[in-house]
């Protein structure tokens, strides 16, 4: 009976990781609809899902607001960028679609071509924030670093660019999931970013490893 009230125990434990997902998501969304606050959110909020949500540190919101201020500058500059560069790349995929659909022939070819080329700006935009949110960068240094990390796991990569596209489409058709689905994207999404991050920064996984009990 004592486990039952137990606030770090038990019911407990799922009913505080519950409003945590639901908390952050709302959060997250809330921030992003200025769209060019949408990186340091991204950032903090990636942040906050593997130390708390994953890791089970207590604080969550502590944690995202500690984070999306220590990464807001660098965030924000990265995200400037990536929107333009996000504008450019599907203006002229929706101008290449257009005619592709309509006089078929080789543009055709060139609008599946192109739909495929997309992928590899897109897994970009997947690994910048996270990247963020687990490491300090310059801006410069933070798209190097996307870029090599999207070239050396483009699988790893390709999966994490359909589960996003996935998500946004889900929440965009329906409201409802925008209660719960950005966290569970981003934890889905640090299944495979954090294996990597602790490969190539032994660091890291020294400090997630837990500490033994006395």
């Known amino acids: 009976m004592g486990d039952l009230f137990n606030p770090e125990k038990g019911i407990w434990v799922w009913l505080s990781t519950l409003v945590d997902i639901c908390g952050l998501s709302i959060l997250w969304t809330f921030l992003c609809l200025p769209a060019v606050t949408a990186g340091p959110a991204t950032a903090a909020l990636y942040y906050t899902v593997v130390k708390c949500v994953r890791g089970r540190e207590s604080g969550a ?28 790349l599907l203006g002229g995929h929706f101008i290449v679609r257009w005619y592709g659909t309509r006089l078929g022939g080789g543009l055709y070819i060139l609008y599946v071509a192109q ?33 090599q990390m999207t070239a050396a796991h483009l699988p790893s990569t390709v999966v994490v660019v359909l589960l996003t596209a996935q998500t946004a489409v889900f929440c965009i058709q329906r409201w409802w999931p925008v209660l719960f689905m950005p966290v569970t994207a981003v934890l889905l999404a640090s299944l495979f970013f954090e294996r990597i991050f602790q490969k190539h920064s032994p660091e890291l996984a020294s400090r997630e490893e837990p500490e033994p009990e006395e």
Not at 67 to 84: D, E, H, M, P, V
Not at 124 to 137: A, D, V
Request: proline fraction near 3%; aromatic fraction near 22%; charge should be positive.
């Open 115 to 147: 739909y495929f080329a997309l992928i590899f700006p897109a897994g970009m935009l997947c690994w910048l924030f996270p990247l963020l949110g687990r490491f300090e960068y310059t801006v410069g240094g933070l798209f190097r670093a996307a870029f």
């Open 61 to 88: 919101f502590g944690h995202y607001f500690r984070s999306l201020r220590q990464n807001f500058k660098t965030g924000f500059l990265a995200g400037l960028i990536a929107l333009a560069a996000a504008a450019v």
